[in-house]
């Protein structure tokens, strides 16, 4: 079983920041991939980006396109924290963050929603124009 904590969010201005954080906890072979997904009011879920986990090895992440150049995601394997730095943000980045995980590898994944096990129950930020 996997437990995941997400916190960090709030109400920023457009080009501002914020660093949301994931404490996860329980079996690590469950959290091969990591990630983080948003659903704005009306909209499904959509993945932000994700990142393979300690098993893995490599650390390396997967972001959407939206986010590229905007987003980080990194994760502190002592803390058993993810985090994803947030700058530059929009209006349209305002939305419900989840993070998730799965036993699986990212690259085989993507960022599709359906095919992570593990959410947590979200954390919302708000840019405002």
């Known amino acids: 079983q996997v437990q995941l904590v997400e916190s960090g969010g709030g109400s920023v201005q457009t080009g501002g920041s914020l660093r949301l954080s994931c404490a996860y906890s329980?079996?690590?072979?469950?959290?091969?991939?990591m990630g983080w997904f948003r659903q704005a009011s009306g909209n499904e879920r959509e993945g932000v980006g994700t990142?393979?986990?300690?098993?893995?090895?490599?650390?390396?992440?997967y972001l959407a396109d939206s986010v590229k150049g905007r987003f980080t995601i990194s994760q502190d394997h002592t803390k058993k924290t993810m985090y994803l730095e947030m700058n530059s943000l929009k209006p349209e980045d305002t939305a419900m963050y989840f993070c998730?995980?799965?036993?699986?590898?990212?690259?085989?994944?993507?960022?599709?929603?359906?095919?992570?096990?593990?959410w947590g129950q979200g954390t919302q930020v708000t840019v405002s124009s």
């Open positions: 998730a995980a799965d036993p699986g590898y990212c690259l085989l994944l993507g960022l599709n929603p359906v095919n992570f096990a593990y």
């Open positions: 329980g079996n690590p072979e469950r959290t091969n991939c």
């Open positions: 990142i393979n986990g300690v098993n893995t090895g490599s650390g390396r992440t």
